[in-house]
């Protein structure tokens, strides 16, 4: 019943004003999430959040090995930005399992404007109280999973690392997480993410981005206040599959030199109280 609802909202898509809830984003629009970013998780000139999971599907006759991903299961990838209020700001839907392991951000609408330089990101500027080191990118922040570009940040690897390098992961961390918490409440809202759909591959997609869509609805209500959706309540269920290595780490030097500026200022003028200090 929870999936024919969802179709019958997509059949009715051109009757909503959708650009209120998942419009593509301005200049303007990525400046307003970094202030998000700052004011509440402390990470400046953050312009999202990025991280993919895996959404199951049934096997659509004769695909072979394309919706096939590397944990045995069929499954189409859901690519999201998240803003500092777990909204989802730009999703990608439809990428084939089997690419988990390599091309998923590069296949990307998203990876190819984030490489092509056309997302409209605003421009450089300097990190708070940090004009010493100069101008700095717009960045958005995923897991290790994710390649360390000039516009996207990931940790440093290892465990026994050096304070300054584990204070850039903790503050990465907690604001990364924001991007697991929109997936979490996704999963719990909607019970079609709790098992596999069986439903085409193009209708699952189109099911994917309308509960991305009502899930920006329900969170702008919250934030206005109103009553809470009756008969919905939390729900503990398994997460999402997160992705493999999307793509190989080729970094470039000028993006190296960018996350060490960010781990700088993190470990000085840019410090709180609650990060670690030994």
């Not at 000085?268 to 609650?274: F, H, L, P």
Request: glycine share 8%.
């Amino acid at each position: 019943m929870e999936t024919v609802a969802l179709i019958f909202f997509v059949d009715l898509k051109q009757f909503l004003e959708l650009d209120d809830f998942m419009a593509v984003p301005s200049t303007a629009d990525w400046r307003s999430i970094a202030e998000g970013f700052q004011e509440r998780w402390n990470f400046p000139l953050c312009c999202g959040a990025l991280d993919g999971k895996h959404v199951q599907t049934k096997a659509p006759p004769n695909s072979g090995s394309m919706f096939h991903n590397y944990k045995g299961t069929f499954s189409i990838v859901l690519l999201a930005v998240v803003d500092a209020g777990y909204r989802f700001r730009v999703i990608d839907v439809g990428g084939y399992g089997r690419t988990s392991d390599g091309g998923i951000l590069a296949n990307s609408t998203f990876g190819q404007a984030l490489r092509a330089g056309t997302l409209h990101l605003p421009p450089d500027q300097p990190l708070p109280g940090g004009e010493h080191r100069g101008a700095q990118p717009h960045v958005f922040v995923a897991d290790e999973a994710f390649p360390l570009r000039r516009e996207l940040m990931r940790p440093f690897p290892g465990r026994f690392l050096p304070l300054e390098k584990r204070i850039f992961n903790y503050r990465l961390s907690r604001a990364r997480l924001i991007v697991e918490g929109a997936f979490s409440i996704l999963s719990s809202q909607w019970r079609l993410y709790r098992r596999s759909m069986e439903l085409r591959p193009e209708i699952a997609e189109k099911c994917v981005k309308a509960t991305c869509v009502l899930h920006n609805f329900l969170r702008c209500l919250d934030e206005r206040g109103a009553p809470a959706v009756r008969g919905v309540a939390p729900a503990v269920v398994e997460p999402l599959q997160g992705l493999g290595r999307v793509a190989a780490n080729n970094s470039s030097r000028e993006a190296v030199l960018v996350r060490e500026k960010f781990m700088a200022h993190f470990s000085a003028e840019g410090a709180v109280s609650w990060q670690p200090k030994e």
